[in-house]
């Protein structure tokens, strides 16, 4: 049975769809994201079964799970990378966008006090942050968080 596929398990009929959230929060896509990894597809003989739960593959919370990851605005790459990764507890930035962390806004004046620093390392309009145990020494900006998705 394909992922589209309207299911013939009995359970199924009788349950019917589980519906997915209207305003998602992250706590609904960590909970898609475990569902998709957890309830993925095991080869039988007969087809592919559902790995947790050994109903037809995909079962009522793998395709919950990717409804809620396609509403969230992940594609069909994005969610096998997913699923292929094996981690059900793989982070999702929440809002999700595509080409990664937002932007850092360019357009606010730098501050007279900082101009002369902006060759020192720090971004401009930012303000260098100063350790707690030294008097103004600027701490080194954070590394930049890698893009999603990391599945090899």
């Not at 954070?142 to 998705?149: K, Q, V, Y």
């Amino acid at each position: 049975m394909r992922v589209g596929e309207q299911s013939t398990d009995p359970i199924d009929l009788i349950l019917g769809e589980v519906p997915v959230p209207a305003p998602l929060t992250p706590e609904d896509v960590r909970l898609a994201v475990r569902a998709v990894v957890v309830h993925a597809a095991e080869e039988w003989p007969n087809g592919p079964l559902c790995r947790n739960d050994g109903a037809a593959y995909p079962c009522r919370l793998h395709r919950w799970g990717r409804r809620v990851l396609e509403n969230h605005g992940l594609n069909e790459r994005q969610i096998e990378a997913l699923i292929r990764h094996g981690n059900p507890f793989v982070h999702v930035p929440f809002p999700f966008v595509l080409t990664g962390p937002a932007p850092v806004r360019t357009d606010r004046p730098v501050p007279p006090s900082l101009r002369g620093q902006a060759g020192r390392g720090a971004a401009p309009g930012v303000r260098p942050a100063i350790r707690p145990g030294g008097p103004g020494r600027p701490v080194a900006p954070p590394a930049t968080t890698p893009r999603w998705p990391r599945a090899s």
